[in-house]
């Protein structure tokens, strides 16, 4: 899928679902994704979200923070915390979380970087609101970017629920929700509102690389919970969040 169609579609609906062959296709217009099975096989060692502990233990993942310059480079940044305001989400608003870091060789990969350099390209050329006020000439922004890998777990008599918030926005933005693996579940429905709570679209991420693009500050979003399709064995879904929040 060329970036001029899908700039289009951002820029009128607000979101864009994206299937595996397009989004493969896009992604490698800014370079490879040849370490993908070992960049996937490192969903495998998330740990444990300790602040979901009260509402379950179904949710392990790990966290980076990275900076985009207007030129594209791309910096990791110190390991930091999460944090997002209260009005943003009603379950850890206000609350610095500490989340265990991105592996080195996984923030460091050939897919990592051929993901970043494309939402760079992708959200660079599309407008944004900061309530700073006017915004720099397309293609100056600086990025603050947060990615944070996911692991849901669905378990027999205990859904995984991706989004334990509910509807929300993340307070950036934009967003890419990137499918990384999919076992042995069934649901876990995307669904995309606006402001106002009318549902725009729902759809399902089913294939490694099926994709998922928000425009943050006009719409909301959910995933519904997910079950295991055979209780005998593990379930899960695996996800890649990257958030862009302009940093002018």
């Excluded at 217009?29 to 300790?50: K, R, T, V």
């Excluded at 910096?75 to 989340?99: A, K």
């Excluded at 265990?100 to 923030?107: N, Q, T, W």
């Excluded at 929700?177 to 876990?188: W, Y």
């Amino acid at each position: 899928m060329a970036h001029d169609p899908l700039r289009h579609l951002l820029q009128t609906s607000g979101f864009a679902f994206v299937r595996r062959q397009d989004m493969c296709a896009a992604l490698e217009s800014c370079g490879p994704l040849s370490d993908w099975p070992a960049f996937s096989a490192s969903w495998d060692h998330l740990e444990i979200d300790p602040y979901l502990a009260g509402q379950g233990r179904y949710r392990r993942r790990r966290y980076a923070v990275f900076a985009i310059d207007a030129s594209g480079r791309i910096e990791r940044q110190p390991h930091q915390p999460h944090y997002q305001g209260q009005e943003y989400n009603r379950l850890f608003g206000g609350v610095e979380r500490w989340f265990e870091p991105i592996a080195e060789e996984v923030a460091a990969s050939a897919t990592m970087g051929t993901i970043l350099r494309w939402c760079d390209r992708l959200f660079s050329h599309l407008e944004t609101r900061s309530p700073q006020g006017p915004q720099p000439p397309v293609g100056e922004h600086g990025w603050h970017v947060e990615v944070h890998q996911f692991r849901i777990e669905a378990r027999t008599g205990e859904s995984g629920r991706p989004t334990p918030e509910g509807m929300h926005r993340d307070g950036v933005d934009y967003v890419l929700v990137l499918l990384v693996n999919r076992t042995n579940i069934v649901s876990g429905v995307t669904s995309v509102h606006d402001l106002a709570g009318k549902e725009l679209g729902e759809f399902t991420l089913t294939q490694p690389l099926d994709a998922a693009l928000v425009d943050d500050a006009r719409v909301m979003h959910g995933v519904t919970p997910v079950e295991p399709l055979n209780p005998a064995e593990p379930g899960y879904r695996d996800v890649l969040v990257v958030t862009f929040r302009s940093t002018v």
